[in-house]
C-alpha cells in the first residue's frame, strides 16, 4: 500500500472510468514479467514504481531523493525522467551496503555516497 500523495494524484486528469491501477499493475496486465520490475535507481524490485521517459521503472522516493531527477508531470508523479544524473553517478559504490547497482547520492561533506531505496530498507529492517 502507498499514499496518495506518495504516489501521485491519480485524479488529477479527471475521475479514472472503471477501475483504477497504479502503473506497475497497469503494465502487468499488458505486459509478462511484470513481477520482477526492478528500479534503475537502485537495486531494489517491486515497490511503489513508475514508469520512467526512457521505458523502464524507479520507485518514487528514489526519484525524490536523487537532486538530477524530476517528474515531467509533477503533480500526478508521473513520467520520471533521469536524463539530468552525471554518468559518473551510475555505478558508483554505496558506502552502506558496498553495491553498484543504481545511482549514488553523493555526501561531501562525508566524502561518501549511498543508493537510496536499499539503504532505507536496511535501516528500516535493522530498526524492527
Known sequence: MVHTSCYGNPLVHGVPKGDWFCNQCFAGSKVEGTDSL?????PMKGGALKTTVDGGWAHVVCALFVPEVFFRD?????MIDCSKVPKRRWGQGCYVCKGRNGCAIELFRAQMSFIISRDLWIQRVSEH
Open 74 to 78: 509533477s503533480e500526478g508523479r508521473d
Open 38 to 42: 526492478s528500479c534503475c535507481l537502485c
